[in-house]
């Protein structure tokens, strides 16, 4: 079969179950189209321990013992430690370093049968809207390579359009799966805040931190997050006692009626027109479908930048104070004493960005301005989480646009960190609030670049949210797109 790379989740998942392929196969095809590594997609490969979970995989399938996805591959992004691969979060401070355990979330999707692929390229502790700040360089957008893929879960997004890997794991804090599957033209949802557990999740900003899939469609995303989800209170206190749940099972509902709610500060200036052209054009096909559009209103909006960029790094200056040189990764080697060796760790450990945002996180907390800073950035938290609560009053899901614009090229933001944080003001309120969102590809727009539509549902609403993006899958064939040669 020539196009194995091109097939989804679903159809590998029953090829290999009617034994018509075998999981050897598939993963050796996968494998060889990783070479070289295109994109810079990828931080570690291991094809011998890829091919041995697939021949693990065939042994299952052979003897009846197959999980629901087994032999589909998928591949990690470098923020899930794994025991079988290097896991470095993109940063030179965890370079070369191994876990002696598998994240919640790998283990999981390697219960449910799926090979791993390896660790994908992504922002230095998930800091970042364009993969530019990995210390192990950037990540190309398959669909122009001049441009950035999105950050930071980029090489999660670059390896899946690129055909790479069938689905990859992700991890949103502030729009890191929605906004790199916006600009690379495939599909993510980020759950409800605490579906999946964080345990093995390497933290950025822990009371928004959370992993989902990534994906072509929404069809796959549902099975992935099926396998990803569900309570382990014992290790993720914020883990949420709930089981997972079908997700395939209430796709092809009918979405006649639905209400959806579009928030006219999603649609102000800064939007760029061929963004709101193609988001315009997925909210017709809505009505078409049966949809009501209904005008609403997320007043507090453009505060989500200010109350993100001082909560987000408050919390990582404190999650990231584990990092210095005593028991991961990097050390510094001529020091005087253990004060000095710290700061010379951390100094040569950390990129720009990181220290940007220690040195703002520290700042916010201290004495004197916390209260300021802090306090007030988690008052107007709270604000922001209850203009949702009002709106879903109206409406059952919200849509607008994932990022202002298209992907953007290399070093167009370099120099200006404050432009990368401007482009996140569409995925910051709903993680904030800390309700699901997806991204969803709606059309192309300048340069001939993927535009994603972006769809929050209510807490718990992912099965109302996959749907809604499969309807739309149903009636479009903008996921099916594939860049020049892939
Ligand atoms: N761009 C945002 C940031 O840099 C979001 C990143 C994320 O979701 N991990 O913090």
Redesign the pocket.
């Known amino acids: 079969m020539s196009d194995l790379h091109n097939l989804s989740v679903k159809a590998l998942a029953t090829l290999l179950q009617t034994k018509e392929v075998s999981a050897v196969e598939v993963t050796t095809r996968f494998l060889a189209r990783m070479g070289g590594n295109p994109h810079n997609a990828f931080l570690d490969i291991d094809s011998e321990v890829t091919l041995a979970q697939a021949q693990a995989s065939d042994a299952k399938l052979a003897d009846g013992t197959a999980g629901p996805l087994e032999g589909v591959p998928v591949a990690h992004k470098d923020v899930f430690v794994t025991q079988d691969f290097a896991t470095t979060a993109g940063s030179k401070i965890l370079s070369g370093y191994r876990s002696p355990f598998d994240a919640t979330v790998v283990q999981r999707l390697r219960t449910a049968g799926m090979v791993t692929l390896g660790k994908l390229n992504c922002?230095e502790f998930?800091?970042?809207?364009a993969n530019e700040?990995s210390a192990y360089g950037p990540v190309q957008n398959p669909w122009d390579t001049a441009r950035v893929p999105g950050?930071?879960?980029g090489g999660s997004a670059a390896a899946v359009a690129g055909g790479l890997a069938p689905a990859a794991t992700g991890?949103?804090?502030?729009?890191?799966?929605r906004?790199p599957a916006s600009f690379c033209g495939i599909t993510g949802i980020k759950p409800t805040y605490g579906r999946a557990s964080r345990y093995g999740m390497i933290a950025?900003?822990s009371s928004?931190?959370q992993a989902g899939p990534m994906a072509r469609s929404a069809e796959d995303c549902a099975l992935l997050l099926s396998a990803m989800c569900g309570a382990d209170l014992d290790r993720d206190s914020t883990s949420l006692d709930m089981p997972s749940e079908d997700f395939s099972a209430s796709l092809n509902s009918s979405i006649e009626g639905l209400r959806i709610g579009i928030p006219k500060e999603f649609f102000g200036e800064g939007l760029a027109t061929d963004v709101r052209a193609a988001v315009d054009g997925a909210l017709r096909e809505y009505e078409k479908l049966g949809a009501k559009l209904v005008p609403i209103s997320l007043p507090r909006t453009e505060l989500s930048i200010p109350v993100?960029?001082i909560i987000?790094p408050a919390e990582a200056s404190s999650n990231l104070s584990r990092f210095d040189g005593v028991k991961f990764g990097h050390r510094a080697k001529d020091y005087t004493d253990l004060v000095d060796m710290y700061k010379k760790t951390r100094a040569e450990g950390f990129g720009n960005?990181v220290k940007r945002?220690i040195m703002t996180g520290a700042y916010v907390l201290s004495h004197g301005y916390y209260d300021a800073y802090y306090l007030q950035a988690q008052k107007i938290r709270r604000m922001i989480a209850d203009d949702f609560q009002n709106a879903f009053k109206e409406c059952d899901v919200i849509a607008g646009p994932v990022a202002p614009s298209v992907a953007w090229k290399f070093g167009e933001n370099a120099n200006d960190p404050v432009a990368?944080?401007l482009?996140?003001i569409f995925?910051?309120p709903a993680?904030l609030a800390g309700l699901p969102g997806m991204s969803v590809p709606a059309g192309f727009g300048a340069g001939g670049m993927p535009v994603g539509l972006q769809l929050i549902g209510n807490y718990f609403k992912e099965a109302q949210l996959l749907n809604a993006a499969h309807r739309l899958q149903q009636a479009t064939d903008f996921h099916l797109q594939k860049p020049q040669g892939i």
């Open positions: 922002d998930a800091m970042g809207s700040n950050g930071s879960s991890t949103d804090t502030g729009g890191s799966i906004q950025y900003a928004l931190d993100y960029y987000a960005e945002r990368d944080y482009a996140d995925t910051l993680s």
